[in-house]
């Protein structure tokens, strides 16, 4: 039966790891793979991880199953940590938490759910977006659709996505990027988050808010206005919560789908059926990644380490995306790139066409997915003037 099955092409990020790996050139710099980089061009483990996996090896006492919504230790503490541990949303009884396999494994529970809870109703992403969305809720057999969000000068096109939320049919699921836009770095305003908030309230839409990296645009609080004004307004709001980036335990897998219902009794009823979605699709979630995270905001000494070394991360790219700008002033490209600088999060939709990355990759090793997209972690303040010399070639 097998030789019915064709080859398909490999992920396009997975394949650049492997033609960046087998790369001779000592220059070669890898702006493809999403995951934080220090200055040395390692993905460290963060220091309050390693203390709290230091307890947890001295303290644990099972390994039991966790049930389907996960530890109720780690649920508490990232509900406190998205929504606020003074939200009137928690006070009232309206939100749960269902721990998940990543924040990919949070997504795929929310289109489960969408489509045998909600059947016919399709959703509505980003034009552009995290290329897995479209593969997760095609999978679940979600009708996908998009909004505008990039204009073809490489600017955010907010009037265009307010345009197209306007149309959506009332009772839609609209996916929206909590902070740091993956692709592109751009976010929305406080002022702008006001506005879809009206919108979606009019239209009578169902939000569902990727929260991938909390931490790493402006700060933890300040990265959460838009999933906590939209939850303390509204009464209906799906939110997927990751942990892989703000506390780099990328391969444990620690998501969080959190959802939001109108009243603690409408919140049993769809936390029920959350339940059976996760029951059915991976049974428990793993526990390892839950507990470290759990250990580290449930002691406040271990937290405050944890902030300090995520201000750290996020200062470093912040910075990085600063001095890549004034890297290429010398070759009069830093007013065409400065929009690099006013981006959030560790991606940079650059504005460079597929030709001209290819161009990076085959004659400087510098990899980034053929979009134009960049991991700014991904530079370091010894290999900037090797890039901006070479996009200056590229574009020039």
């Not at 000592?26 to 460290?44: E, I, S």
């Not at 938490?97 to 759910?113: I, N, V």
């Not at 996020?314 to 490209?333: H, M, Q, S, T």
């Not at 053929?370 to 900037?384: D, F, Y």
């Amino acid at each position: 039966m097998f030789e019915q099955i064709e080859r398909v092409p490999g992920d396009a990020i997975l394949g650049l790891i492997e033609a960046f790996k087998k790369d001779p050139n000592p220059q070669k710099v890898d702006l493809g793979v999403g995951v934080y980089r220090d200055a040395h061009g390692n993905t460290p483990v963060m220091r309050a991880v390693k203390e709290a996996e230091t307890r947890l090896l001295s303290n644990e006492t099972t390994k039991s199953y966790i049930g389907s919504h996960g530890d109720p230790r780690y649920g508490q503490a990232v509900l406190e940590l998205v929504l606020g541990a003074d939200s009137p949303v928690l006070t009232a009884n309206r939100a749960s938490a269902t721990q998940s396999p990543g924040g990919t494994g949070a997504l795929r529970l929310a289109a489960d759910f969408i489509k045998s809870q909600l059947p016919g109703k399709g959703i509505w992403v980003s034009d552009p977006t995290w290329p897995n969305h479209l593969g997760i809720f095609h999978a679940a057999g979600v009708e996908l659709k998009k909004y505008p969000y990039v204009d073809a000068d490489n600017r955010l096109d907010f009037d265009g996505m307010l345009g197209a939320l306007q149309q959506i049919p009332e009772g839609d699921v609209v996916l929206l990027h909590a902070c740091c836009h993956n692709p592109s770095g751009f976010d929305l305003s406080r002022e702008q988050w006001q506005r879809v908030l009206e919108v979606v309230r009019e239209r009578r839409l169902l939000p569902l808010v990727d929260f991938a990296y909390q931490g790493f645009g402006d700060g933890l609080d300040a990265d959460a206005y838009g999933p906590r004004l939209l939850a303390e307004n509204l009464d209906e709001v799906l939110i997927t919560s990751s942990c892989s980036k703000n506390f780099g335990v990328y391969r444990e897998r620690t998501g969080c789908m959190i959802m939001i219902a109108r009243d603690g009794e409408q919140m049993e009823n769809v936390r029920s059926q959350m339940a059976i979605v996760a029951r059915e699709n991976y049974s428990n979630p793993p526990a390892h990644g839950g507990a470290v995270v759990a250990e580290i905001l449930h002691d406040e000494a271990l937290a405050s380490v944890w902030r300090e070394e995520l201000t750290e991360m996020r200062d470093r790219i912040n910075g990085l995306r600063r001095d890549f700008v004034e890297a290429l002033k010398p070759y009069g490209l830093d007013e065409r790139f400065a929009f690099i600088a006013e981006q959030r999060g560790m991606f940079s939709y650059t504005g460079l066409s597929p030709e001209q990355v290819d161009r990076l990759r085959d004659e400087f090793g510098i990899y980034m997915v053929r979009s134009g997209r960049a991991n700014v972690a991904g530079l370091a303040q010894e290999n900037l003037p090797y890039v901006a010399k070479a996009i200056a070639t590229v574009v020039g």
